[in-house]
């Protein structure tokens, strides 16, 4: 017999924490009231019980499987990545503040670990919050439950729902409910105090894997920020004008196309298709979530994003670009290329309109990564004449880093932010804003790259047209060099004194190194003076692209915390609550693991 789904468990033991005084600040363990812990772990009883079933798996069904750990036994939830079945529901008795926590186990790829992630929410919330388990599978192919936060929230008749990531398993064992002292409540609801981090948004991945259709799924990317040290989001349109909302100006990704490279690109397209149908506009949902969280929100473009080459010809595919083929960047050779050139004053005006249209949701600011990417301008005909004007010589004569080409780039790119300056102040003006929009950039690791593509940095700080600087290593067409992270923080230091802008040393969510490393190098970066740290495209669910334990977010969420990062740069930072099991269905864990006889 199973034991009573709802009791009152102790401190879970069996653990790989990496010590009992150090744990991650949403860890069960740090209320003060962990031990009244409620754990509800026979999940049989979630509804609707047509949803649910035992035996064989069925499409669109939930399986309830028995589980056991050391400590306890229950009956667990499985779905497998293609079995889409309907949301559950599990009503919660408790009263007053509580912690929410979900048990989720890792899932088998039969011999090694096979992703997976659900995602969870009370009833009375609008927005899902995604959830995964990114720890390893124990010797002898031994499965863990990771616990996962889900909410601090004051219950009074609410559900957990539990809801499937599309293409994901997962096996759910148990609903954990954690009562709160007042003091821990206005603790867990002020927001984090060292919110000095900028993430960046992609406008592509939000979307493609989860095929969103109302703005509350959209919103699912966002769910989990709250309670990080990031205070500003610069979120991509997608491309230049490649954009993931309904423009009268730019072209959505996709848009026209009947035939995609793979379903994924073709699910991306339709979603927006249908979101755009039922009125909903991405941006402002994207807009929205970051006013409720109280941070900075910047549009950004990719400024080299226009169209792409097989297979994405039709995917990536800026209606501008292929009606202004006269416009392309031209090779010295005149061999024409997939960019469209910033010498040509109708392109850069073609992206103020970009910028103007998205301003109508008043966003903190704008900015270009120009990581993403070089060339802007090469030698085609706008570029000569303008090479010509200035030093009365033939751009095509002189070689490619001859400093007048530098001065010619230069100079271009200086009159294009001066024109989005001038619309930043005359749009803030007819807004009656009183707070003046920003301009954020992503520029390159070295002064030698900035200078080469003509991005002048020190005249633009020097004329207040740069109020951010996110500076990365990771650029094509520069002296890219395969060392992570590897920037010259001096040179943005030097150029920055005395001014307002501030420059940001960034890291890749998808290439952070060992957690210990990352925590050593950004410990290091602030140490050194920078006013924070920039995180290229973090998600919440995503483990370490290395394969450490636990979510990546634990530590990026974390960036802010000088003194955190310090203790964690000596001896890394904790694991999540982990508990191995000793049952799963019919495998009952031991020495001899299983799937040998094939």
């Known amino acids: 017999m199973l034991r009573s789904c709802l009791i009152a468990l102790p401190v879970i033991a069996t653990t790989f924490c990496r010590a009992a005084d150090e744990r991650l600040p949403l860890d069960s363990r740090t209320w003060s009231r962990s031990a009244e812990a409620v754990v ?22 939930w399986k309830l499987i028995p589980f056991s750990t050391a400590e306890f036994q229950g009956t667990a939830l499985s779905i497998y990545s293609a079995t889409n079945p309907p949301p559950l529901r599990l009503p919660l008795p408790q009263q007053g503040w509580h912690a929410i926590y979900i048990g989720l186990a890792t899932t088998s790829g039969g011999f090694n670990i096979g992703g997976n992630g659900l995602k969870a929410k009370l009833s009375d919330e609008a927005v899902y ?33 539990i809801a499937p990531l599309p293409g994901q398993p997962a096996t759910l064992c148990y609903v954990k409910v954690v009562p709160l002292t007042d003091h821990e409540v206005a603790t867990a609801r002020s927001p984090s105090k060292h919110r000095t981090s900028i993430a960046t948004f992609d406008g592509h991945s939000w979307i493609w894997p989860f095929k969103p259709s109302t703005a509350e799924e959209l919103a699912e990317e966002f769910r989990g920020f709250e309670e990080t040290d990031i205070g500003k989001w610069w979120f991509q349109v997608t491309g230049a004008d490649l954009v993931c909302y309904p423009s009268k100006v730019g072209t959505y990704a996709g848009e026209g196309t009947t035939d995609f490279p793979t379903g994924a690109y073709a699910a991306y397209t339709r979603s927006l298709e249908t979101l ?24 950004m473009l990719r400024p080299a994003g226009w169209v792409g080459s097989m297979p994405y010809e039709e995917t990536f595919n800026s209606k501008f670009f292929y009606e202004h083929p006269e416009w392309r960047c031209i090779d010295r050779d005149g061999t024409p290329t997939f960019y469209l050139s910033y010498a040509v004053p109708q392109v850069r005006q073609h992206l103020i309109e970009i910028f103007r249209e ?38 095509k004569s002189v070689p490619d880093d001859d400093p007048r080409i530098l001065a010619t780039r230069a100079a271009i790119m200086t009159d294009f932010m001066s024109e989005v300056r001038t619309l930043l102040d005359t749009t803030a003006a007819k807004q009656g804003r ?43 067409h520069t002296s890219f060099e395969k060392t992570p992270g590897k920037v010259d923080m001096e040179y943005y230091r030097r150029i920055t004194k005395g001014t307002k802008t501030k420059a940001y040393p960034m ?28 995180i290229w495209d973090p998600q919440v669910h995503k483990g370490w692209p290395e394969g450490s334990a636990g979510n990546v977010i634990d530590v990026l969420g974390r960036l802010g915390d000088r003194d955190l990062l310090l203790r964690w740069a000596k001896s890394g930072p904790p694991q999540p609550l982990s508990i191995p099991l000793t049952q799963l269905d019919e495998n009952y864990f031991s020495r001899w693991f299983p799937n040998t006889g094939f």
């Not at 755009?276 to 549009?299: I, M, S, T, W, Y």
Request: proline share 4%; hydrophobic share 45%; aromatic share 10%.
């Open 129 to 161: 919050r995604r959830l995964a388990n990114n720890l390893a599978l124990l010797p002898n192919r031994r499965a863990v439950i990771q616990e996962c936060f889900v909410t601090v929230a004051n219950l009074a008749g609410q559900s957990v729902d």
């Open 40 to 61: 509800i772990h026979d999940l049989s009883k979630m509804e609707p019980a047509s949803a649910l079933i035992r035996g064989k798996r069925e499409k669109g069904k």
């Open 358 to 395: 998205t301003l109508e949701l008043q966003p903190e600011g704008v900015g270009f990564l120009f990581n993403r990417g070089m060339p802007l301008m090469l030698w085609e005909d706008a570029f000569c004449e303008r090479f010509k004007a200035m030093h009365n010589a033939d751009a």
């Open 276 to 299: 755009f149908k039922k009125g909903v506009n991405p941006l402002k949902v994207a807009r929205d979530a970051a006013k409720a969280q109280g941070v900075e929100f910047h549009v």
């Open 507 to 534: 890291v890749i969510a998808w290439k952070t190194g060992k957690p210990k490393e990352l925590c050593q190098k950004a410990a290091t970066y602030l140490a050194e003076g920078a006013p924070g740290i920039a």
């Open 434 to 476: 009183t707070e003046r929009y920003k301009i954020s950039l992503g520029t390159f690791a070295k002064e030698a790259d900035n200078q080469l593509w003509g991005l002048d940095l020190p005249n633009w700080i020097q004329r207040g047209f740069v109020d951010d600087i996110a500076v990365t290593w990771f650029a094509y």
